[in-house]
């Protein structure tokens, strides 16, 4: 995912000089490791009242020291790129940032990604929040945000996504699980069932049952019981306490595919993606 851009074009970029209380905003910010900061930040760290530490922001955009992500957010612009004067900063970060200090984390294809369960780039950000968060894009990286309850916050990791920066993201067991419940966020149920088969030697299957039950979510818990039972990655016990909770009612596999296909009744699911489509992931 790219990381950074700058314009080309005829007009010289500007100079990256830098006065002495921009100096001190930017020593305190390397001493704490903090590459994006706010305007209480930059007040905290220099002293100054608000319209000074607006013109000292203006001025640092200005110059290419740093690069402004929304209203209120910036990022350091790191020395090493030399004269680049737009810098998008690590978008894992700055999805932490954008969320603003509600309960959070990395999931879906971005999470799939961070765990290496994924064989193409992506090229958006998903983070799940207790806040509903519009979607935004910050020089050329999509960023979206899925709502969840509190309640649902469970089964999270912390993750180092540079040297001086971690983020919250769901573990490889929560990522499956969220993957099954939307599996649009993911690019469908063949990519969360590939990423299964490519970490299934990882995948802690009773916690993989426990995460689908404590959701109480049916569709989530008849596909992970196919696919678990497909890939044989669990004991037929183990089994057993999925389909114990099982309703009446099928649903399909992968709700992103035509409403076709084989009714499978042990799951009580219509499985709408080709066995022969599922089964190929062992051999990808």
């Known amino acids: 995912m790219a990381s950074h851009s700058w314009s080309t074009g005829s007009k010289a970029p500007p100079l990256k000089t830098v006065g ?3 100096a001190q905003l930017m020593a305190a910010l390397y001493d704490r490791s903090q590459t994006t900061f706010t305007l209480a930040d930059v007040r905290a760290i220099t002293g ?13 955009v200005a110059r290419g020291l740093a690069t402004r992500l929304k209203p209120g957010l910036f990022v350091l612009v790191p020395s090493e790129l030399g004269s680049v004067t737009e810098f998008a900063g690590n978008p894992y970060v700055i999805a932490r940032e954008l969320v603003a200090g509600a309960p959070y ?14 064989t193409q780039p992506q090229f958006v950000v998903f983070a799940s929040a207790t806040k509903h968060l519009r979607s935004r894009t910050i020089h050329g990286t ?8 509190p309640e649902q916050f469970f089964g999270l990791v912390n993750h180092w996504v540079t040297k001086q920066e971690s983020v919250r ?5 929560r990522t499956v699980i969220d993957g099954l419940r939307r599996p649009e966020y993911c690019g469908g ?9 490519i970490r299934h030697s990882d995948l802690n ?9 404590r959701l109480r979510v049916g569709a989530v818990i008849r596909r992970l019981g ?4 497909l890939y044989q990655l669990a004991s037929g016990r183990a089994l057993d306490r999925l389909r114990r909770v099982l309703t009446s009612t099928y649903v399909v596999l992968d709700p992103l595919a035509p409403r076709e296909g084989p009714h499978v009744s042990s799951w009580l699911l219509r499985v709408n993606i080709p066995r022969e489509e599922l089964e190929a992931v062992r051999s990808a």
């Open 48 to 60: 100054l009242g608000s319209p000074s530490a607006r013109s000292l922001l203006r001025n640092a």
């Open 20 to 22: 002495s209380r921009t």
């Open 189 to 197: 149920v063949t990519e969360v069932a590939k990423g299964m088969w």
């Open 226 to 229: 196919y696919l678990l039972d």
């Open 142 to 149: 999509e960023f979206r945000f899925v709502l969840l309850r």
């Open 105 to 118: 984390y990395i999931s879906h294809a971005s999470a799939m990604e961070l765990h290496g369960m994924l």
């Open 205 to 213: 299957p009773s916690r993989l049952i426990e995460y689908a039950l």
């Open 169 to 173: 993201i769901s573990d490889l067991e």
